[in-house]
């Protein structure tokens, strides 16, 4: 691998924004186009970061610093990839559950799930069940992704699964719901599809269910 | 020493394990009773963080129960599911079937079925004719006294902390970047409420306090007076009779429905 690209993955690993986004115009200079830079620079680095994360290796505060270099980065490249140069991985329609005004975790999978090439449609927090229906069907979403901090608010998520069995969306979108009290029996329990214990692994699910929708 | 006062009084045969956050209120409650229980408390905070609060504790049950404590009393709600991956193995368990600490520091039953954002919309189950249940507004940012001494005035106290050891970490413009990350938590609240009890700490030392915090987030503050009655109750003669209350036996756990109700789950076992 290219000496810059190695770089741009250590210093986003790092949380060093300026440096990230200087590399990255530097890698483009050099002749290295967007798409590799974007794929075997700053991906990378932030898969890095996903896995030491799971493993408690690294907390909340690096996984933000390196999201932001990881912006820095992609905001030099956006304007530099030409259309259709990137694939289209799929939308996702995320936001805290009505009632719930938490927001750090839902904007951690946010941040992973851009990192791996995913348009997230961020609704914020206190997000009604008819919101999500509205901008998934706006954005032509592959997933609603419900986050939710609080066992009183968690029970929301129900609401949402219905509006979408009601919904023209039903069977064509995937619900994922994470959050501190969620668990696999809870997702089960209210007919979501995906389950994620942390935000790395959400990143990850979000792209193999969009990968699923589009073969299907 | 008299010969009477040789001899012990006797203690209630349950004990309880309490979050750090209700230490003074159940300290009040306790100083009352004729009998008062032993009380063992657990650092307040673990609702962040569920899995440990449960690790912690089943390892403070089983310590009582090696013990030969038969009845233990846990002054925690839900706290995050935090207490659904509880297990006693020998002992009976009494929980309050509440979702978090600030019902019992209110001292009513609180509706969450009805909370909503005070945004004007109510929500469809949002009207209770029983007025011992209020309805609880999520926009609110909840304080007492024991939530300002153990998490909100050393979280504030520890900032410049933070800041020196984020800049020593990570350089002045990360350190900067999650500074200002940290102060968003407030952001999004529409007030901030202290629940006080009489009695329990001065109110106007807690409201400069409260008002402290509440700043951060340039959040009006309001004062609530707590009513002791919940937490009397918990501490009193057989609240399992009490439907606030959910006994729990060996082999079943407090737990969360779909649906959103709190209910004991599993199937009691023979010990």
Not at chain 1, 9 to 22: C, E, F, H, I, P
Not at chain 1, 154 to 183: C, F, R
Request: negative net charge; aromatic residues 6%; hydrophobic residues 45%.
């Amino acid at each position: 691998m290219s000496e810059v690209l190695e770089e741009i993955s250590a210093k986003l690993q790092k949380g060093k924004m300026k440096d990230v986004a200087a590399l990255t115009q530097q890698a483009f200079d050099e002749g290295i186009d967007a798409l590799t830079i974007l794929n075997e620079g700053l991906m990378p680095g932030m898969d890095v970061i996903g896995e030491r994360f799971k493993k408690n290796t690294i907390f909340i505060p690096e996984v933000l610093i390196a999201a932001r270099a990881m912006a820095a980065g992609t905001d030099i490249l956006r304007p530099l990839l030409s259309a259709g140069s990137g694939e289209q991985k799929g939308t996702v329609v995320l936001g805290t559950i009505k009632d719930d005004l938490h927001d750090i975790g839902k904007n951690l999978v946010r941040m992973m799930m851009e990192s791996k090439g995913l348009n997230v449609i961020d609704l914020g927090v206190n997000v009604k069940p008819e919101k999500y229906i509205e901008a998934a069907i706006e954005h032509n979403a592959e997933i609603i992704a419900c986050s939710a901090l609080l066992t009183t608010t968690m029970v929301h998520i129900k609401d949402v699964v219905t509006a979408v069995q009601e919904s023209p969306l039903a069977g064509k979108v995937k619900i994922m719901v994470g959050g501190a009290p969620i668990n696999q029996a809870f997702c089960d329990s209210v007919g979501a599809d995906c389950y994620s214990p942390d935000a790395p692994t959400a990143a990850v699910d979000a792209l193999r269910l969009c990968s699923e929708l589009h073969a299907a | 020493m008299s010969a009477k006062s040789a001899v012990s009084a006797p203690s209630p045969a349950f004990h309880v394990i309490a979050c750090e956050v209700f230490r003074f209120e159940l300290t009040m409650l306790c100083a009352q009773m004729p009998l008062a229980p032993q009380v063992h408390f657990l650092p307040q905070g673990l609702h962040d963080t569920p899995d440990l609060l449960t690790k912690e504790m089943n390892s403070a049950i089983a310590a009582l129960e090696g013990a030969g404590v038969t009845e233990i009393r846990l002054c925690y709600g839900l706290c995050g599911r935090g207490i659904s991956g509880v297990r006693a193995k020998k002992a009976r368990l009494i929980v309050p079937r509440v979702h978090d600490c600030i019902a019992l520091l209110m001292g009513q039953n609180v509706n969450d079925g009805a909370s909503n954002i005070a945004d004007g919309t109510a929500d469809e189950h949002s009207a209770s004719s029983d007025e011992s249940v209020i309805s609880r507004d999520g926009s609110v940012f909840w304080s007492s006294i024991g939530w300002l001494k153990y998490s909100q005035v050393p979280f504030l106290e520890q900032k410049e902390v933070r800041r020196k050891d984020y800049t020593e970490r990570f350089g002045e413009d990360s350190a900067a970047y999650l500074m200002e990350m940290e102060d968003a938590w407030l952001k999004e609240y529409k007030s901030a409420t202290l629940i006080h009890w009489q009695g329990v700490g001065a109110l106007d030392t807690l409201l400069q306090e409260a008002e402290r915090v509440a700043e951060q987030a340039n959040l009006p503050l309001k004062s609530y007076e707590g009513n002791p009655q919940f937490l009397r109750a918990f501490l009193g003669e057989a609240p399992e009779n009490d439907s606030r209350f959910c006994q729990i036996f060996v082999g079943q756990y407090l737990d969360i429905a779909a649906d959103g109700s709190l209910c004991i789950m599993g199937e009691a076992a023979c010990v």
